[in-house]
C-alpha cells in the first residue's frame, strides 16, 4: 500500500487547527487598524518570498508574523501567517525527503531551531506540524546513515555516517521526540558494533580509539538535548519574556533594552574569538520581540541617532527614527556618550567601534526597517 505522507501532513495540522490562532489571539487586546494594517503588510512581504522556493528561509519571518499578529489580536493575520507557515513547512520536509542526504539533515536542524520558537511562543498548531515534518525526515536521514555505514566501503565515510547518526539521535532527544531518539539510539548501537567489529579486525590501527571518542562525543551531546530540550528552553525563554515585561512595568523607559519598540533596529556584531556563540539566542529573542532576522544592514532613513552598546563578545547597535515613540526616552536611556548622531552615519551603516567586530546579524522590523542586500 502506498502512503501518502503530504495528505497525511495536511490532515495531521487540520486537526491541529488554525483555529488554534484565532483562540491565542482572543486572548490579547484587539489589535488597531494601524497595527493590522502593519501586520497585514509584514505578511504580504513575507508571502512573496515563499514563491518558487522549498526550503525554510522564509518559515522565520512567516513564525515572526504569526507570533506577532497573535499577540497583537489580530487574529485573522495570524490565521492567514500560520497556514502559509504550515505549508512552508511541507513544501521543505517534501523536498527535503526526495533529496534527503545532507538536505535532510539541513531541515531537521532548521525544523529544531524553529520549533525553539514557535514553542516560546505558544503556537502549539506549528510546533506538531514541526514534530510531524522532523519524524519524516528524521527516517529519511537513519536510513540513508545505516546505509552508509552497513557499505563496508570507505572506512572515513562510514565513521562520519556514524557521527551524524548519533546527532541525529540528540536532536531528537532535544526536540523532545522520545521515541524517535530511542529507535536512532538502537540504530546506533547496531552500527557502532558492525563496525567496532571492523576496526578491531585492522591490527596496530587507531580505529578502535576513534570509535570510542564518537561514542563519547554521541552521550554528553545526548546530556546536553537533555538538559537542554526545547521544553525546558521554551519554558526559560517564556520565564524571561515575562520577566522582562514585569521590569518594564516596574522602571518604565529608564533601561535601554526596556525601551525599545517596534519601530527600532538593531544591529549585532561579534568578535572572531566570540566564535557566534550566543547568536542561536538573539535570532530566537529577535522573533519573539516580533521583528525578523536579516543579513542586511538597519536602513539610515529618517534616522535620528544610533546608540552603541557593548556587549560580551561583540556590539549592539540601535537604530533609533525621527517621530517614532520612543525617541527620546532611547536618547536619555543610552547617554550621550554612546550616541551617534545620523550626521555622522554612512548610508550604508554606522560603523562598529571594535577593528575586529564583524557586522553578524541584524533584527529589524517586519518589512520596513532593514535595507535590501
Same mark, same amino acid.
Given at each position: 500500500m502506498t502512503v501518502n505522507r503530504t495528505a497525511i501532513f495536511i490532515f495531521a495540522v487540520t486537526l491541529l487547527g488554525t483555529d488554534t490562532f484565532d483562540a491565542l489571539a482572543a486572548d490579547s487586546p484587539k489589535a488597531s487598524a494601524a497595527e493590522r494594517a502593519r501586520l497585514q503588510g509584514a505578511l504580504e512581504a513575507a508571502q512573496a518570498n515563499v514563491f518558487g522556493v522549498n526550503g525554510l528561509d522564509a /518559515?522565520?519571518?512567516? %513564525?515572526?508574523?504569526?507570533?506577532?499578529?497573535?499577540?497583537?489580536?489580530?487574529?485573522?493575520?495570524?490565521?492567514?501567517?500560520?497556514?502559509?507557515?504550515?505549508?512552508?513547512?511541507?513544501?521543505?520536509t517534501a523536498s527535503s525527503e526526495t533529496a534527503g542526504g545532507s538536505a535532510a539533515q539541513d531541515s531537521i536542524d532548521q525544523l529544531l531551531d524553529l520549533k525553539f520558537s514557535a514553542g516560546s511562543s505558544g503556537l502549539e498548531a506549528i510546533v506538531g506540524a514541526i514534530d510531524i515534518a522532523m519524524q519524516r525526515l528524521?527516517?529519511?536521514?537513519?536510513?540513508?546513515?545505516?546505509?552508509?555505514?552497513?557499505?563496508?566501503?570507505?572506512?572515513? /565515510?562510514?565513521? +562520519?555516517?556514524?557521527?551524524?547518526?548519533?546527532?541525529?539521535?540528540?536532536?531528537?532527544?532535544? =526536540?523532545?521526540?522520545?521515541?524517535?531518539?530511542?529507535?536512532?539510539?538502537?540504530?546506533?548501537? !547496531? /552500527?557502532?558494533?558492525?563496525?567496532?567489529? +571492523?576496526?578491531?579486525?585492522?591490527?596496530g590501527s587507531d580505529r578502535v580509539v576513534a570509535l570510542n571518542a564518537i561514542r563519547t562525543g554521541r552521550d554528553e551531546r545526548l546530556a546536553d538535548a537533555?538538559?537542554?530540550?526545547?521544553?525546558?528552553?521554551?519554558?526559560? %525563554? !517564556?520565564?524571561?519574556?515575562?520577566? =522582562?515585561?514585569?521590569?518594564?512595568? $516596574?522602571? &518604565?523607559?529608564?533601561? $535601554?533594552? /526596556?525601551?525599545?519598540? +517596534?519601530?527600532?533596529?538593531?544591529?549585532?556584531?561579534?568578535?572572531?574569538?566570540?566564535?557566534?556563540?550566543?547568536?542561536?539566542?538573539?535570532?530566537?529573542?529577535?522573533?519573539?520581540?516580533g521583528h525578523t532576522t536579516s543579513a542586511a544592514r538597519c536602513t539610515t532613513r529618517n534616522l535620528s541617532f544610533v546608540c552603541y552598546k557593548a556587549d560580551a563578545g561583540g556590539e549592539s547597535l540601535t537604530y533609533v527614527y525621527r517621530g517614532t515613540p520612543e525617541e527620546d526616552d532611547l536618547r536619555i536611556a543610552c547617554g550621550t &556618550?554612546?550616541?551617534?548622531?545620523?550626521?555622522?552615519?554612512?548610508?550604508?551603516?554606522?560603523?562598529?567601534?571594535?577593528?575586529?567586530?564583524?557586522?553578524?546579524?541584524?533584527?529589524?522590523?517586519?518589512?520596513?526597517r532593514a535595507d535590501s542586500e
Open positions: /518559515a522565520y519571518e512567516l %513564525l515572526a508574523v504569526t507570533d506577532a499578529a497573535t499577540r497583537s489580536g489580530a487574529a485573522d493575520v495570524a490565521t492567514q501567517s500560520g497556514a502559509s507557515l504550515l505549508s512552508v513547512i511541507e513544501r521543505a528524521m527516517t529519511v536521514a537513519e536510513a540513508a546513515q545505516v546505509a552508509t555505514i552497513e557499505s563496508n566501503g570507505d572506512w572515513d /565515510a562510514r565513521i +562520519d555516517a556514524l557521527t551524524a547518526l548519533g546527532d541525529l539521535q540528540a536532536s531528537a532527544a532535544q =526536540a523532545n521526540l522520545a521515541a524517535d531518539a530511542e529507535r536512532i539510539g538502537r540504530a546506533f548501537d !547496531r /552500527a557502532f558494533a558492525t563496525v567496532s567489529e +571492523d576496526a578491531h579486525n585492522v591490527t537533555a538538559s537542554n530540550n526545547v521544553q525546558t528552553v521554551a519554558a526559560e %525563554l !517564556r520565564a524571561a519574556e515575562q520577566s =522582562a515585561d514585569d521590569d518594564i512595568d $516596574l522602571a &518604565g523607559a529608564s533601561d $535601554l533594552d /526596556a525601551a525599545m519598540e +517596534d519601530s527600532t533596529c538593531v544591529e549585532t556584531g561579534l568578535t572572531e574569538a566570540s566564535q557566534g556563540r550566543g547568536l542561536e539566542a538573539i535570532e530566537r529573542d529577535c522573533m519573539l520581540s &556618550g554612546n550616541i551617534l548622531e545620523s550626521m555622522s552615519v554612512p548610508a550604508d551603516g554606522a560603523p562598529y567601534r571594535s577593528a575586529n567586530t564583524r557586522h553578524a546579524l541584524t533584527c529589524a522590523p517586519i518589512g520596513d
